[in-house]
């Protein structure tokens, strides 16, 4: 098996490096020109670079039918797919997920597993709240197999000023709970599909934190490959 981890031992996400080095090294300058007026608020906008790119450790709990939430943020809708939707024709349990600005925004998988398939999709860039934007924003659609032949879907989708999708893990990886797989710049929406036998253990409007929060529990296995 070829496991792909990404241990990232910064407070903050790579993708976020650019942007901070950028914003220390122009308040630096304007504050050594005493061009106060432009310091300051350049200052308060490097804090909150660094907020937004935090990357804090997460402990799970140890259970192989635990599926946890694979971003931060409010449960905006669970929804109960009998004839499947435009993305997915199987039945399903689709839970969508919005990330504001002020939530961390590094994506962690779900629950143990293979990466199945990855299918990116380049789109448009409505609010990521609104219903329209699962289907017509960029977004990146994530398979996983887990071990006991249960396919959960995850899918990454940009908002009206996300405009970067990064996803760390290939086709054919195998990845554990809790690491992390991606993230989406500034604001965005994350879906997951899970398997019509999960218990649901989130409602409509909760608060969730990635590889934290348990969104459900996977029904009992099947035959094992």
Known sequence: MR??????KLPVAWEGIPFI????????????????????????????TIY???D???IHVNDERAVFTPADGTVL????????????KDKAIKISIFMSIFNAHINRVPIKGKIARLSYHPGKFFSANRDKASI????????????NNKKIIFVQIAGLIARRIACWVKKG?????GQRFGLIRFGSRLEVYLPTDCEIKVKKGEKVKAGKTIIGYLGETENKK
């Open 3 to 8: 496991y792909r981890k990404i241990n990232n």
């Open 21 to 48: 080095l950028i914003g220390i090294v122009l308040t630096s300058i304007f504050f050594i020109l005493n061009w106060q007026f432009l310091a300051i608020p350049l200052a308060v906008l490097t804090l909150f």
């Open 52 to 54: 937004f790119f935090r």
């Open 56 to 58: 804090p450790e997460r």
């Open 77 to 88: 809708s669970i929804e109960n797919l009998h004839n499947g939707d435009l993305r997915l």
């Open 136 to 147: 017509y924003n960029e977004h990146n659609i994530v398979t996983l197999e887990t071990d």
């Open 173 to 177: 990886d195998y990845v554990e709970t």
